[in-house]
Every structure is written in C-alpha cells, then in structure tokens.
Nanobody, 126 residues
Framework: QVQLVESGGGLVQAGDSLRLSCAVS????????LAWFRQPPGKERDLLAA????????YYTDSVKGRFTISRDNAKNTVYLHMNSLKPEDTDVYYC???????????????????WGQGTQVTVSS
C-alpha cells in the first residue's frame, strides 16, 4: 500500500520561498509519476506540477511556471515542490499525488492519480 505524507507548509509573507516535501512509502516508488495539486475552498483540486519516474519530464500549470519547481529523489522516496516569489493567491491546501504508470511520462488528468496525501496548508500574507 502506498502512503503519502506532505510536510513543509506554513505561514510566510509575499515574496518568500517555501519547500514542500512529500514522503512516499510503499513499493516501487520509482515507477510512480508524481504531482502536486492545490485545492481552493469549495473548488476542485488543480494540478500545479507533475514529474515522471526519472525526473526528466516535468509539467507546470501557467500560474506557477517560473516560480515553482518540482523535483524528486528516488533514493529517498520523496518528491519536492520548491516555491519562490509566493503570492497571497498561492494560499491553499497543497496535496501530493502518485500514479502508477508503465512509462517514464508525466500524468495530467487528476482521476489518473491513485494515491493522495492528506495535504499541507500554505498561507501567504500580503
């Protein structure tokens, strides 16, 4: 069974940086495509960034492109989200997710993600 645990959220000021971590337990970590989402209150989860097995393929939604970086350490079974130049509108609960895939590719559709963490709150004050 795959479990994901996020950490690193908190309260920061606009313009600050923050790094989120997601520790993934279970087998075959390197066979999972991973991603970070966030969910505004009352709305669906939005895909922010995705990364393939090897880390060689990444995807970013336009709102975070150039500010956020997704990375993974397969030796540590961990995926990261480095967030720079944070804005108040980045305030949300952030989730990591994993999808078992047969190829070294990114996964875009939210329903394709099989496993989710509990979320970590990021609050950016103005």
């Amino acid at each position: 069974q795959v479990q994901l645990v996020e950490s690193g959220g908190g309260l920061v000021q606009a313009g600050d940086s923050l790094r989120l971590s997601c520790a993934v337990s279970g087998r075959a970590f390197a066979m999972y495509a991973l991603a970070w989402f966030r969910q505004p209150p009352g709305k669906e989860r939005d895909l922010l960034a995705a990364i393939s097995w090897s880390g060689g393929n990444t995807y970013y939604t336009d709102s975070v492109k150039g500010r956020f970086t997704i990375s993974r350490d397969n030796a540590k079974n961990t995926v990261y989200l480095h967030m720079n130049s944070l804005k108040p509108e980045d305030t949300d609960v952030y989730y990591c997710a994993a999808a078992r895939v047969p190829l070294d590719s990114i996964v875009i559709p939210t329903p394709d993600y099989d496993h989710w963490g509990q979320g970590t709150q990021v609050t950016v004050s103005s």
